[in-house]
């Protein structure tokens, strides 16, 4: 049994400590909200006031948080009492601030390795978590991880290559669901209905048909923008993606128009919305609208 340590307690945070802990791990927790704190307690998660409480004696440290700035904030600070420890950090960032996290905790004698998640929330169990790290830090997080969040915890080299891995899958996420949605609006304008459309392509052995088009495409044509996944985020990794791409080098032709379909739908109030909303933007500026 790995001692582990949970600091972030939101959408994901949440699901990985009851799965861990659902797999015979004793898991501790933290995170900054209390009203998440309360909630991670009352379904059974052992619950810390502070994030150095949560870590002490933690042989694996699980970091799940919004933004780069807030995984350098906790290298700096409560995860660097975590000597021994190995740290793997499950959000999704740039792979400089990964390598960035790296160094600070190393001297600290803590081990860090990025392994961001491929796959929905409610897909927890089947996921896979490309791994930058080396690879006894990797078999840590792999005999913890796999078979209760993950299916596969691969190791896709150094530090900061599983997050090269998740930028750039989340790239191709915005490529599909910006052009799911231009698709469907000019099915629209053009007197097809898009529910035929969809019904027609989503099971012809088309090569155009992906897993992700048959989950969006429905939910663009019901207007359903219940959140699986918020585009405000979406839009975030997209960006990294984008920032990785010029760092070494790399054109951003489409790259930068995925972004500007996701700030223009951020612009008219739908950053909380599911990635579907972008549909939104495109019917504001068709004839569809009218």
Same mark, same amino acid.
């Given at each position: 049994m790995?001692?582990?340590?949970?600091?972030?307690?939101?959408t994901?945070g949440?699901r990985?400590?009851?799965?861990?802990?659902?797999?015979g791990?004793?898991?501790?927790? !933290?995170?900054?909200?209390?009203?998440a704190?309360?909630?991670?307690?009352?379904?059974?998660?052992?619950?810390?006031?502070?994030?150095?409480e949560a870590?002490?004696?933690?042989? #694996?440290?699980? @970091?799940?948080?919004?933004?780069?700035?807030?995984?350098?904030?906790?290298?700096?600070?409560?995860?660097?009492?975590?000597?021994?420890? $190995?740290? %793997?950090? +499950?959000?999704?960032?740039?792979?400089?601030?990964? =390598?960035?996290?790296?160094?600070? #905790?190393?001297?600290?004698?803590v081990?860090?390795?990025?392994?961001p /998640?491929?796959g929905?929330?409610?897909?927890?169990?089947?996921?896979?978590?490309?791994?930058?790290?080396?690879?006894?830090?990797?078999a840590?997080?792999?005999?913890?991880?796999?078979?209760?969040?993950?299916?596969? $915890?691969v190791?896709?080299g150094?530090?900061?290559?599983g =997050? %090269?891995?998740?930028?750039?899958?989340n790239?191709?996420?915005? %490529?599909?669901?910006?052009?799911?949605?231009e698709?469907l609006?000019?099915?629209?304008?053009?007197? $097809?209905?898009?529910?035929? !459309?969809?019904?027609?392509? %989503?099971d012809?052995g088309?090569a155009? $048909?992906?897993?992700? !088009?048959?989950?969006i495409?429905?939910? +663009?044509?019901? =207007?359903?923008?219940?959140p699986?996944?918020?585009l405000?985020l979406?839009?975030?990794?997209?960006?990294l993606? @984008?920032?990785?791409a010029?760092? /070494?080098?790399?054109?951003t032709?489409?790259?930068?128009i995925?972004?500007? /379909?996701?700030?223009?739908?951020?612009?008219?109030?739908?950053?909380d919305?599911?990635?579907?909303?972008?549909?939104?933007?495109?019917?504001?500026?068709?004839?569809a609208?009218q």
């Amino acid at each position: 049994m790995t001692l582990t340590a949970v600091i972030g307690l939101g959408t994901m945070g949440s699901r990985i400590a009851h799965s861990i802990s659902a797999g015979g791990h004793e898991v501790r927790g !933290f995170d900054p909200s209390e009203g998440a704190r309360e909630k991670a307690s009352d379904s059974g998660i052992t619950v810390f006031d502070t994030a150095e409480e949560a870590l002490q004696g933690a042989d #694996l440290a699980i @970091i799940s948080v919004p933004r780069p700035e807030h995984v350098l904030a906790s290298a700096r600070g409560p995860l660097s009492t975590a000597r021994g420890a $190995v740290v %793997a950090d +499950m959000s999704t960032i740039d792979p400089g601030s990964a =390598q960035e996290a790296a160094g600070i #905790l190393a001297k600290h004698d803590v081990t860090y390795v990025d392994a961001p /998640v491929l796959g929905r929330p409610d897909k927890i169990g089947s996921w896979t978590l490309p791994t930058g790290g080396h690879e006894p830090a990797a078999a840590l997080v792999r005999s913890v991880l796999e078979g209760t969040v993950a299916k596969r $915890v691969v190791r896709v080299g150094d530090v900061g290559a599983g =997050q %090269a891995v998740k930028v750039l899958n989340n790239l191709m996420f915005g %490529a599909i669901n910006a052009i799911t949605a231009e698709v469907l609006t000019t099915c629209e304008a053009a007197g $097809v209905d898009p529910e035929v !459309f969809v019904d027609t392509i %989503a099971d012809s052995g088309a090569a155009t $048909v992906s897993n992700l !088009f048959r989950e969006i495409a429905p939910k +663009m044509i019901a =207007q359903d923008f219940e959140p699986a996944f918020a585009l405000e985020l979406l839009a975030k990794d997209n960006k990294l993606a @984008i920032d990785l791409a010029r760092s /070494v080098g790399t054109p951003t032709h489409l790259a930068e128009i995925i972004d500007r /379909v996701n700030t223009g739908a951020m612009d008219q109030g739908l950053a909380d919305r599911d990635t579907g909303a972008v549909q939104e933007l495109y019917r504001s500026q068709s004839g569809a609208s009218q």
